[in-house]
């Protein structure tokens, strides 16, 4: 991969031995004289292959997308398109590293990176709208959430929502890759309970943002069918929001950012995990004295059966509300507070002595 980054025939020779490709000679003649912007003649020499491997040359990362040009180009006889005017205005001015659009009259835009002073490559999948899935296949299959698939498409908002979703914590987005659509739901906000309000999802959140205009935008998501627990329906969700646009992205970028985004997600769904980890020792704590109780002296008039059973369900409260802190619907204070009026006033009989844990909190 290292030579695609030399020259243009160091480029043809490493195409030829990644794809196997043929008829190199009438490329070595191309001259690079004539007027234009590098940026117009690189797609225009694109458009001018007859042989589709020869292409390949002229696209970021042949060797990444292998399998995906073989599969795109697999029924075609010729690539030679006709094509319009070419222009490459945004290109006057980026630089290296940089990306900008080539648009060609009669045939599309495509996704150009500056790879060097003078030297553009195509980014093919954002230029044809790749995808390894398409809307029909993802629709046939259904792949749950886990299994999210990668999609470039178009998306505008919709006000198509099912009646068993939530509509005020979620949005609906309609999303298509060219050749058939659908609707996608898309989680806005988590509802917390009593009336703490709602926690508002980012993700979400840029995206609705993004197609506040009506309009239909390109965009990269990952997509998966979503089951809410004891229900029958499973409906297609936008996982994550990946980005604004198609363009390419590094297989270590790429983790590196689905990594983060499960972070924040797992975040907003569980906003209180340091708190819980405060609390759950006190919840342990009383669990093991519901299972001492009966060993220890005690001053009340309980038996010792009852007060172990007392302090067992008390540890199991405990833990139910170390989960509701967590998921960010009670305060660690509340909890605590609730603990001490617990172990004060009438219910000291009970409760007597309690774990230092608890009263530390």
Sequence with gaps: METLRTSGLERSRATRQVLGTAAFSSLLGLSLAGCGHPAEKAVKRYLNQKDCKDRAQFILEPERHRDALTTYYRDRNGCVEKHGKIEAASCTSVGVGDYCSVAVQDVATYCVKRTADKEYLIDWPCSVGWNATSMRVFKAD?????NARLMRVTAQLSD????????????????SDGDDNAAFY????????????????????????????????????????????GKEVAHP???????????SIPESDLAAR??????????WLNPGVEDEKKLKPCCD????????????????KLSA???????????????????????????????????????????????????????EL
């Design 160 to 175: 198509d929502l099912p009646s068993d979703v939530d509509r005020e914590h979620h949005f609906s987005v309609r999303l």
């Design 142 to 146: 259904r792949p749950a959430l886990e």
């Design 305 to 359: 059966g009852t007060r172990s059973f007392m302090w067992t369900s008390r540890s199991l409260e405990c833990k139910k509300d170390a989960i509701r802190v967590r998921q960010g619907d009670k305060s660690l204070k509340e909890a605590a507070d609730e603990l001490k009026n617990q172990f004060s006033g009438k219910n000291t009989d009970v409760f007597e002595d309690p774990p230092k844990e608890c009263t």
């Design 237 to 247: 969700w936008i996982s994550w929001f990946v980005q604004d646009g198609w363009r």
């Design 285 to 300: 704590a009383m669990f093991k004295r519901g299972e001492t109780e009966k060993d220890r002296p005690s001053v009340s």
């Design 258 to 267: 689905r990594a983060e985004h499960s972070k924040a997600v797992d975040k």
């Design 186 to 229: 898309v989680p806005k906000s988590r509802p917390l309970h009593g009336s703490k309000g709602s926690l508002e999802l980012a993700d979400g959140a840029e995206l609705r943002k993004l197609l506040g205009d009506g309009q239909w935008h390109r965009v990269t998501v990952e997509v998966g069918y979503f089951r809410d627990q």
